[in-house]
C-alpha cells in the first residue's frame, strides 16, 4: 500500500494500463479529503510534537469478488484513492496477486528505488569530509 500511496497517480494509471482488467467494485466509503497531523520529533529519543498538518485522501471499495480495499494518499486526488483502494482489494485475491504484483508492484517500486538513489547521488556530491591529522604528540 505504500507503494500505491508514495506513486504519482499518472505513473500509477500507466502501470495499470498493462494489466488487463480488475474487477468491477462498489464504493464502500467515497474519497473523502481531510487533515492529518504529522508528528516529528527532535533525536531519536527527543519528545514528540505536533510538526505540520497534512492533507489526505481515503476510500474503501469492495469489488466483485468479496474483497474489501482501503487507501490513504497524500493530497486531495480523489481518483488517485479509489485506483489504489481497488488495488489493494484485487492485491487480496490469490488469482490475481501474483500477475499484479509483477505488471505494478515490482514495477512501482523499482522506480522508487531509482528515485531514491538518485537523490542520494546528488546529496553524497555535495557531502564534506573533515578530517585530522595526528600529529604524533598527546
Known sequence: MGILARTEHDVLTQHLQQVESLP????????????????????????????????????SVTDQNGYTGHSYILGRNEEHAVVAARLDAALQNPTLREGLMTAVIEPLQALETARHAAIEARAAETEVRFFTMATGRL
Open 24 to 59: 468491477s467494485f462498489t464504493v464502500l466509503r467515497r474519497p473523502e479529503t481531510g487533515l492529518s497531523m504529522v508528528r516529528g520529533r527532535v533525536g531519536a529519543d527527543g519528545e514528540a510534537f505536533n510538526f505540520i498538518e497534512a492533507t489526505l485522501t481515503r476510500a
